[in-house]
């Protein structure tokens, strides 16, 4: 080659490289481009893919896990709710009432995997101070569990130790895997226990040792592991895409249930569950099916495609981002499910917990706005109006105020709420605007929320009771989604659970306390019988007469002392057909009684009365006695016939009298025919002597009365005549003073003083004695007065009249510290005078003799006593002697010392005054201990003249 020939070569080499570069420069261009991209687009999806299904694992074990929590949850709260009951009812519970109970819960329907529910009580301590139990209850009544009834749970180690862990603490406590005794055919079975403790306090004692002292029993829920996890949790409906794997953290070496035999391809995920005291592990991994789901298959594809159409790298980087966003919104749902299913466990927990009707409304209706997101919550309870018609009442609100919705009255049932409230159905509409079962009702009332998103649910009990429902709003639309209708369906269920305990504990609370006032009431009833009874035995048995008292159908029942007696045996239980043969029951003429015709039984079992029927009784001693009685049939208020009574007496002396009384009387009635001849005769000479006894006793009268005039002028004389010689006694005394006066100045002193002593206690005798004589004068001339006046009778208050003498004397009383006082007394007709004088000179002398070692008391009461008053003043002075009880009424005698001033004619006045109103006066009296003065008055004199 010439060196001309280089360029021209180098030229063509340059050509061919950049024909050759626009032939493949573009395409390897974009291969290389293509390779880069699908490379990195490769990474990337294998990189967020390995992501998304981390999280989607995730997902999976966090609706495993909380499945198992909630499943053991329900369990507790179905533990509690019974311990409850045993605690509302005292443990006063029968074997009929449990089941009942139980088949309200509809335990095999809504606890499935659950072996049965059941009561250990109590029984004792042993020696070495361990507790003792036994299984009390245990339902459903089936083979497996009849097994397991009487047995002593504290005696094994595990079980002993959940036991004393419950009762020390006061919550649930669940046992470790062990083997049950109540699987069929006798298999053992690994599974556990869960209890929960009941006291004998109500609540949960404060201290441990309280705690001790007062445990009464567990409640408790035996569970088989295969068909808890199987039918409890997993519900026939298993996870293809995860398996797991449960054990105690205590014994990792065994599982207590396990789901899911292929290896997994990932690492195993181990979540920690706490319940009832225990630790649980949960180990899960992925199976083949989510291997088949996840990212890393579709990398080859993905590669595949991308070297080959670069249009897909665009489209795998669409999958990225859509794959990212995805995973996003993924987390953003598991964080939100979180929140909802720790409201949920904490709502399940305070539901099982409260048991006040009212509370639990509110809080359900306020974890319910938590768990659907609403702005608004309510629970419309269902009643029942005054026409018998179903109505619902706005029961508890949360979001919003009562006002807001109690303004628009009782709801009606629309279309789109019928469901809810008639039918059992969960309601939810996106926009209740748009909803067509709204509007044709006339919308949105003017004033109501504003609502756009609804969303309700019926609360219906398992007994099918319909408590009320649920309703939920939210003022934007499409705020309800599939996901928080199945929340709210399923909390509405738990929810009715936890009403029908609530309401089953309040249902317990009345009847028991209906119980207790029912034992009560037939205590005090049984009571009152039994004193009843008592007291009519006690009455019959004390009566004279015989008492005999059967039942309806004749047979004795009661037999007293007296019916004893007269037959001479007393036995009960005895019909009509053995009275002739136990009693000795015959007729007059001796022949034995039928019993048809006895009286007690045709009272006993016909209904009729007999009154005054005759009978013998032969006693086993052989003696015969003649009876009379009279039987009447006893009937209940109802008017029901309930037995008889017959009443009997010893007639056998009576009718002998009787006998006699006729023969003396027709003995007597001859002797009367010749004694009515005798008084004839005799009536003739008494009419006689009667005329001529007038005579003498008119003639007697008019002496008497003419002997008393005298005396009343022989009285005036003489206290006349003696007034004279007194008045000169008197004046020749003061004669004599003067006399010695003069005479005594001519005396030396020595002797005037000497002799003037002596006259002057001669003086002074005279003058004593003059002025006695003065008074006993005057007291004759009042006698003679007081006999010469009249008596003129008035109606007197004789309260009011002692009450003013009493006035009169309270100078007196006051100086000797005495206390008088008056009761009501019975008001009279007679003189005014003479009865002032009379109690005056009582209560005078009362205040003169008392006592001075004590305080006087003086006091006035009366009386009536047919046609008298009786009144009576009692002291508590120093009394009379009984001797001087006669003689104190004599004109100037006086009992004891006459220390005290008087002329001794007082009380001699009284009686003189007690006499001339028609009355008379006496007296009661004891030394050192007081007096008592009884004055008898007419309620009504008539009025006369003293004589």
Known sequence: MSRSALPSARFGRAAWRRALFRRFGLSLTVLAVGLVTTAFVTWQVSRFGEVGDRERLAR???????????????????????????AATDGEITEDEFAAYVN???????????????????????????????????????????????????????????????????VASMTGPLNQVQTDAGTLRAGFIIYVPVYTTPGVPSS?????????????????ANAFFGEGVLRGRPPREVAFAVYDASQQEVPIFAYGARAPWAATTVRRLEVGGREWLVAFAATRDFQRKAGRPFLATIALIGFTVTVL?????????????EAVTAREALEEETVRLDALRRASAALAAELDLRRLVELVVDEAQTLTRAAYGAFFERAVSQDGEPIWRLYSLSGAKREDFVRFGTPRVTDLLA???????????????????????????????????????????????????????????????????ELITAFAAQAATALDNAQLFRDAQEEIARRKRAEIELQDERRAAEIEAAERAAILGQLGEGVIVTDASGRITFVNDAAARLHGVS????????????????????????????PLTRAARYGESIADARWRIRQPNGTEVLAIGSAQPITAASGQRIGAVLTLRDDTERHAAEESLRAWSERLEERVKARTAELERARDSLEMINRDLEAIVEARVADVKSANEEVQRFAYIVSHDLRAPLVNIMGFAGELETSFAEVQDTLPKADADSFGADVKESLDFIRAAISKMDGLINAILKLSREGQRRYTPVPLDMTTLVRTAIATLHHQAGEVGAEMSVEALPDITSDRLAVEQIFANLLDNALKYLDADRRGKIDVSGRIDGSFAVFEVTDNGRGIDPKDHARVFDLFRRSGRPEKPGEGIGLAYVRMLVRALGG?????????????????LP?????ATSQ
């Open 60 to 86: 999976l074990i966090d609706v495993q896990v909380e499945a198992i929590r909630d499943r053991l949850n329900a369990q507790i709260a179905l533990l509690r709710g019974g311990a409850g009951y045993f």
């Open 208 to 224: 441990l040792d309280a705690r001790r002292a007062t445990i009464r029993g567990w409640v408790y829920s035996a569970l088989r």
């Open 104 to 170: 309200r819960l509809r335990f095999e329907d809504t606890y499935p995997g659950a072996q049965g529910l059941g009561y250990a009580r109590v029984t004792g301590v042993q020696p070495s101070g361990r507790l003792t139990s036994e299984i009390v209850f245990l339902e459903p009544k089936e083979g497996r569990n009849e097994s397991a009834i009487g047995y002593d749970m504290l005696s094994e180690p595990v079980r002993r130790g959940a036991m004393q862990r419950a009762r020390d603490l006061g």
């Open 419 to 485: 469901p809810s409230f008639e039918r059992g159905e969960t309601v939810r509409s996106d926009d209740v605007l748009t909803d067509a079962r709204y509007g044709r009702m006339g919308g949105m009332p003017k004033g109501h929320l504003p609502v756009r998103s609804y969303l309700s649910t019926p609360v219906v009990s398992s007994s099918g009771q319909v408590f009320g429902a649920l309703l939920f709003g939210h003022p934007e639309p499409a705020r309800f989604g599939h996901r928080e209708e």
């Open 571 to 598: 036995e009960l239980n005895v019909g009509p057909e053995g009275y002739v043969s136990t009693y000795g029951i015959l007729t007059l003429d001796g022949r034995p009684y039928s019993s048809e015709e006895m």
């Open 939 to 943: 309620l009504e004199f008539a009025g």
């Open 313 to 325: 790298l665009a489209r795998a980087a669409d999958a990225q981002v859509r794959a990212a966003r």
């Open 920 to 936: 008379r006066i006496s007296l009661s009296s004891e030394p050192g201990v007081g007096t008592t003065f009884t004055v008898r």
